[in-house]
T-cell receptor, first 111, second 116 residues
């Protein structure tokens, strides 16, 4: 079975550019989570969806960040405009039961 | 509010020796507890969970964890460590909810190094 799929795996961009990260959850899972991992702040929950509906976006750092889930098999996290402090690894995870299953992550570098 | 503490940033153990990675938690209500492992440049992999029932939970790769309600702990253990167990380990907690709340709170992680 395919796990959570994220693309791209690596993204290097310049400050001010728009960045879009993509996630395909495990088929049949009804929850989808976006996390950010940095050395300084550890693993942070940004937003999560239930049945494509955003439930809690209190972790989204600021208005430059937005996330959508147009259908059960696809979600995006967009940063516009990007800043160097957004450099991190962004993980998507999905779940049906209590445990969450993580994708491989997207390593974002903003120059 | 819910929180997790992993008091050790780094744990070193010799191959073949037992290992323990510590975790304590704080929640208002019944906890769901999890352990995840992260290898370099990889996502987090689910190891095991405690929901209810037996306090000793067995998971992947020979790992187990013991839920101790009185000490609010959920330490990860393995009887005999392997070099390949070297990785970053995260404890996580969430409170049981019959609604749509599903936030996991993660600890800061413990780097386990198994020495040959």
């Amino acid at each position: 079975d395919a796990g959570v799929i994220q693309s791209p795996r690596h993204e290097v961009t310049e400050m001010g550019q728009e960045v879009t990260l993509r996630c395909k959850p495990i088929s049949g899972h009804d929850y989808l989570f976006w996390y950010r991992q940095t050395m300084m702040r550890g693993l942070e929950l940004l937003i999560y969806f239930n049945n494509n509906v955003p439930i809690d976006d209190s972790g989204m750092p600021e208005d430059r960040f937005s996330a959508k889930m147009p259908n059960a098999s696809f979600s995006t996290l967009k940063i516009q405009p990007s800043e160097p402090r957004d450099s991190a690894v962004y993980f998507c995870a999905s779940s049906l039961g209590p445990a969450q299953f993580f994708g491989p992550g997207t390593r974002l570098t903003v120059l | 509010a819910q929180s997790v503490a992993q008091p050790e940033d780094q744990v070193n153990v010799a191959e073949g020796n037992p290992l323990t990675v510590k975790c304590t938690y704080s929640v208002s209500g019944n906890p769901y507890l999890f352990w995840y492992v992260q290898y370099p440049n990889r996502g987090l992999q689910f190891l095991l969970k405690y929901i209810t029932g037996d306090n000793l939970v067995k998971g992947s790769y020979g790992f187990e964890a013991e839920f101790n309600k009185s000490q609010t702990s959920f330490h990860l253990k393995k009887p005999s460590a392997l070099v390949s167990d070297s990785a970053l380990y995260f404890c996580a907690v969430r409170v049981f909810s019959s609604g749509s709340a599903r936030q996991l709170t993660f600890g800061s992680g413990t780097q386990l190094t198994v020495l040959p």
